[in-house]
Structures are given as C-alpha cells and as structure tokens.
C-alpha cells in the first residue's frame, strides 16, 4: 500500500461543522430548523442503509427530516402525490427520492418524479431545471455525490484544472454530474461507460481517475497511471467467499469482515490498486459521508434561499 488516503469521512465532517452555523442562524430566524423530507418507496436493501444514515446525519446535525415511506406494491401516482404534497408543505425546504424506485413503476418513473419535484426544494440537484443549471454551470443545488467530491478533492490539495480526468460511469445521479462540475473546474473530461473500447487505456490517461459502475473490484492496476488520483464510489456488498479470499489477502482487515457478517463492502476499485494510485478514496470511509454531508448542505441552501435571505452564499 502506497497511496495517500483521501479522507472523506474526515472532510465530510468539516463539512458539517461548517454548516453547524447556519443552521443555528436559519433556525433563529424562521423558528425552526432546515427540514428534509426524504421518500422511500419499498424495501431496497442498499437504499435503507443510505436513508437510515441520512436521517441520522440530519438528525445529529439539527435538521428535521421526515421519512415518508411507500410499499414497493405503491404506484407513480403514489409517488408523485407524496412529492406534490412535500412541494407545498411549508414545513419542508428539501425534498430527496432515493432511488431506485421499483421496476414495476416502469422505466420513466424516476424521472417522471425527477421533474415533479420543486427545483427550489431539489436537493440531489435531479430535476430538469438544475440538470440544465449544471450545465450552463449556474447551478445552486448541485447532485450530492459528485459536489461532494470536489470538495474531497480540493480540501486534500488535488489540482483538478487542466488535468485529464476520466470518469468511468454515465449516471444521472453520478457520472454526468461529476463530468460537467470537472469541466467547470478546468479539467479535461473523458466520460468512459460499458461500450468503450479499450477502457483500461482511456482510463489509464486519467490525473483523475473517479469510478461509478456499481461493480465490485472491477477496475485493477492496469486501469490506473502511477500517482493517479482515484476515487472510488463503488459500495458493492459481496458475500461470495471465492471473490473475497482472491481480492483480500488472509491478514487483511476484510477477511475478517468477511468473518463475522459473512459479507463486506467493496469499492469499483481493485485493493491492488492501492500500490499504483497517488492518493485513493476508501470503501467504507470515502465518498458515501461526503454524499451525507452534501444532502444537509443542500438541504441548507435550499432553506436559506426559500426564505430569501443568502442565496448568493450557495
Ligand atoms: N441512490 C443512490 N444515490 C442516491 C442519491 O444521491 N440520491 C438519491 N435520491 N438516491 C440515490
């Protein structure tokens, strides 16, 4: 192991205490605290970790945040009356989905509920409005993960512009996001996805290398140019003990994880590529507090500016 850990637990907890302030202030002035209304809809594993830990966050944090929770049976229409009641509620500033929604939706749900969403209240920065925002590079609200993870990197010293940056992953929620807040730091922006050719050399011209497929250890040393910055937004749950034993060597932390729950976390990123990276996000402990910690940002904006006061602060 030679790269640098890229702390985000620690910076995602700057970032907080930075907010501590604000919050106070907001609370002063409108008699409540910034408040969150996040929707659920069924039972997706992953989705509960990410809820659970956000309303903890919130929580710990002094922001109110409501869960609304919809049986995976619910409907579009379900959901889009939850949405419409959040975006009228006086006592709400932020609205979060988290997605998934259900497959049995159908396949334009998302951004059907996406664009119902009031782009003043949008803290994941997903509704039409602030996608195109984001791109005229104007944007208030912007998509948690990506924002946060510019944060991680200019707090830890990471020259982003005129550097060659390559993302692998052209997700709404991640990888087009990422790309364009690259691009308005002055990187030069490669987005790379499952139908590029020779993908371990595209990504391997990468100063920055940030990697969103949802697949485990998948990229490996050859993806990676020595000193490369990468970051690691894979949260892979794997119990097969075979993929375990031949990623992890027997005295590595993981193993015993793997040991006592049967399954650990693992990043898109290969373990072996601690060796060659300059500095590389963890999993746990990289990227998924900073995303947290970017949700009660928002949800801080977005108070902020419906009650007028500092919208230029954003
Ligand atoms: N699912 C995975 N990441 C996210 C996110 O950042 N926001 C929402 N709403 N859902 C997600």
Known sequence: VSAHVLDGTAVARAIRDELSARISAFAQRAGRPPALGIVLVGDDPASEIYVRNKMKTGMASGITVDLV???????????????????????????LVQ???????????????????????????????NVGRLVQNRAVLHSCTPAGIIELLTRSGVDIAGRRAVVIGRSDIV?????MLLLHRHATVTICHSRTLDLPSV???ADLLIVAIGRPAFVTRPFV???????DVGMNRVSDRALVESWFP???PKRAEYAQKGSVLVGDVHPDVWDVAGALTPVPGGVGPLTIAMVMHNTVVAAE???????SRA
């Open 99 to 129: 997605s998934p929604l259900p497959d049995t939706m159908g396949p334009d749900a998302e951004a059907v509920v996406f664009e119902t969403i009031d782009p003043a209240k949008d803290v994941d920065g997903f509704s039409p409005v």
């Open 250 to 252: 027997p005295e590595s």
């Open 175 to 179: 990888g087009k996001p990422m790309a």
């Open 225 to 231: 140019k020595p000193g490369a910055t990468v970051v």
């Open 203 to 205: 990504a391997a011209e």
């Open 305 to 311: 500016m419906q009650a007028g006061s500092t919208a």
């Open 69 to 95: 929770r919809l049986p995976k049976t619910a409907t579009l229409e379900d959901a889009l009356s939850v949405v419409r009641r959040l975006n009228t509620s006086p006592a709400h500033d932020g609205i």
